[in-house]
């Protein structure tokens, strides 16, 4: 069974406030969350790790990067 984190815990863990974490899950772009109960949000420790690793991804390479910065001027 995977773990399941608190809001408090997935903050610290990729060091974000908790209010910024709420902002995301708001907006759909944080790592996956879940209800438990009527009122307690949680996160599986698989998610978060996953989400984690899909933003290291998203940036590229240094090489990428530049060129993406040099296609613009």
Same mark, same amino acid.
């Given at each position: 069974?995977? !773990?399941?984190?608190? $809001?408090? /815990?997935?903050? &610290?863990?990729?060091?974000? *406030? /908790? $209010?910024?974490?709420?902002?995301? =899950?708001?907006?759909?772009?944080? *790592? !996956?969350?879940? !209800?438990?109960? *009527? +009122? +307690?949000?949680?996160?599986? /420790?698989?998610?978060?790790? /996953?989400?984690?690793? &899909?933003?290291? &991804?998203?940036?590229?390479? *240094?090489?990428?990067?530049?060129? =993406?910065?040099?296609? =613009?001027?």
């Amino acid at each position: 069974m995977d !773990k399941v984190l608190t $809001g408090a /815990e997935v903050s &610290a863990m990729i060091r974000v *406030p /908790e $209010g910024t974490l709420r902002y995301w =899950r708001h907006l759909g772009m944080g *790592p !996956k969350s879940f !209800k438990m109960g *009527p +009122r +307690r949000v949680v996160y599986r /420790e698989h998610d978060v790790l /996953e989400w984690v690793d &899909a933003q290291y &991804a998203r940036r590229g390479t *240094p090489r990428d990067l530049l060129s =993406r910065h040099q296609s =613009r001027a």
